[in-house]
């Protein structure tokens, strides 16, 4: 007796296997798309939200294929909770649907609102079939709410036309699903036919694969322009930055110019007066990136028309000032710039809300200001220049607010003190060794570079 219960039993989970194998294989195949897709973004590091959704889409349907099996069911008979589980990750696979299809632009204006509801309501099913119990109820508003849903969406993508070639695949494998599922849904489910629904789920998960892929692969053509576009700006603004300071008997200049991205707001120029003379400019645009380096090569120019002024400071800064106002999109720029004259000995200096020049002299660090307003703020803006003797050994240091700005991994700020302390420490060292010390405190402070970094040093040998 017991070999013939034993007999029948085998029996039964053999015709329960033959069932359920194309559900297990399709639910293995859904799952490997779902790992494959998201090791695909992490292979690339970077988060692509159609793909990801896609991936927990196809992985919670593939599960649910599993747990919906008849060979799971007869090794936990009678089990509460796996009831529950089963009818509950049922009520969670619309939700990365409708959270792709609104990422793929399917659900836009009012159609954010309505998958947010929708989400909301399952997630509210989940919790209620946990609380109550796998009710018929909750199946059957569930399956009402997802035949909507998808003919909603069908219907937003019926009025794109057929040029969107997205939207034309996407209709295809949505009006696969939905017939699929309503034959479950109806027919199927009075006569107990075999599911089909599964199948019409792997036409839509090819499609939405499909668009994932070529949107991806579009945008990482799209990305890879916009890179050599970038490359582009930046050795343009490369040609732009005068190169290394002519040789001089007075005057020894360094400079570092460490842009944050491809192209920067920051700026630097020499304006060369003769033989025993030389101006410095240092600049500073606000924002980041392309917008502010498109104003730095006008500031490039102004600076430029400013050559025949060089000797005076505070003219240059008007001068560049009423070239600018009016025509920098409401950004701003500070400045700095100093004129200095080896036969007379002396220096003047003007700036535009620019941080301080510093001045190395006899081991000693002192601060030179004389602040004006930012350059391109108003017409109407006034600049005067300090003026100081130089001294053989001076060393002077023109640098923009990245350097004193840079933050560590506890958000405290380099500061001046603390670039007064690092230019103290340059006693003994040519000018290039100098600003590379100087960049290099910056850059170990910094947890990441959130600015861009600029630094011109001067040394003057006082040559008779």
């Known amino acids: 007796m017991v070999l013939i219960d034993t007999q029948l039993t085998a029996s039964e989970v053999l015709r329960a296997f033959h069932h359920d194998e194309p559900y297990l294989m399709l639910g293995a195949a859904f799952s490997t798309v779902a790992i494959v897709s998201i090791g695909y973004c992490v292979l690339r590091r970077r988060f692509d939200a159609l ?78 079939t946990f609380a109550f119990g796998p009710l018929k109820q909750f199946q059957w508003i569930n399956n009402g709410i997802v035949v909507l849903g998808m003919v909603f969406i069908l219907v937003r993508s019926l009025r794109r036309g057929p040029a969107d070639r997205d939207f034309v695949v996407i209709r295809r494998g949505i009006l696969c699903f939905v017939a699929l599922a309503l034959w479950d849904n109806t027919i199927a489910a009075y006569r107990m036919q075999t599911r089909v629904e599964p199948y019409g789920f792997a036409v839509l998960l090819a499609c939405l694969g499909y668009v994932a892929a070529r949107r991806s692969l579009e945008r990482d053509v799209e990305l890879g322009e916009i890179h050599k576009e970038l490359e582009l700006a930046r050795r343009i603004q490369l040609s732009i930055l005068p190169g290394a300071f002519p040789p001089s008997a007075d005057f020894v200049v360094a400079a570092r110019y460490v842009p944050m991205t491809a192209v920067a707001g920051d700026l630097y120029d020499f304006l060369l007066t003769g033989d025993r003379q030389a101006g410095l400019l240092i600049a500073d645009v606000s924002g980041h990136g392309v917008p502010a380096a498109l104003i730095a090569s006008m500031v490039k120019m102004a600076a430029t028309s400013q050559r025949a002024n060089a000797a005076h400071p505070a003219q240059v800064l008007a001068g560049m000032n009423a070239a600018l106002c009016g025509n920098t999109q409401g950004q701003f720029v500070t400045a700095a710039y100093v004129h200095l004259d080896a036969q007379t000995r002396e220096l003047r200096y003007a700036a535009a809300g620019h941080p301080a020049m510093l001045l190395l002299r006899a081991g000693a660090v002192t601060e030179v200001a004389e602040n004006g307003l930012l350059l391109a703020v108003s017409e109407l803006a006034d600049y005067s220049e300090k003026t100081l003797p130089l001294e053989p050994g001076d060393r002077l240091l023109l640098y923009t607010d990245g350097l004193v700005e840079a933050r560590n991994v506890d958000g405290k700020l380099l500061g001046e003190e603390a670039l007064i302390g690092a230019l103290h420490g340059t006693v003994g060292l040519t000018p290039d060794e100098a600003a590379d010390r100087l960049v290099a405190a910056a850059q170990q402070w910094a947890a990441v570079q959130d600015d861009d970094l600029t630094v011109l040093v001067c040394d003057f040998a006082g040559a008779q």
């Open 51 to 128: 793909v990801i959704w896609m991936a927990i889409f196809a992985y919670l349907y593939g599960q649910r294929l599993w747990l919906d099996s008849a060979l799971l069911g007869m090794s936990l008979p009678n089990s509460p909770f796996f009831d529950r589980l089963r009818m509950g990750s049922t009520f969670l696979i619309p939700i990365p649907g409708f959270i792709f299809f609104q990422v793929a632009g399917f659900m836009r204006g009012r159609g954010k609102a309505i998958t947010a509801v929708l989400c909301t309501f399952f997630l509210f099913l989940v919790g209620a």
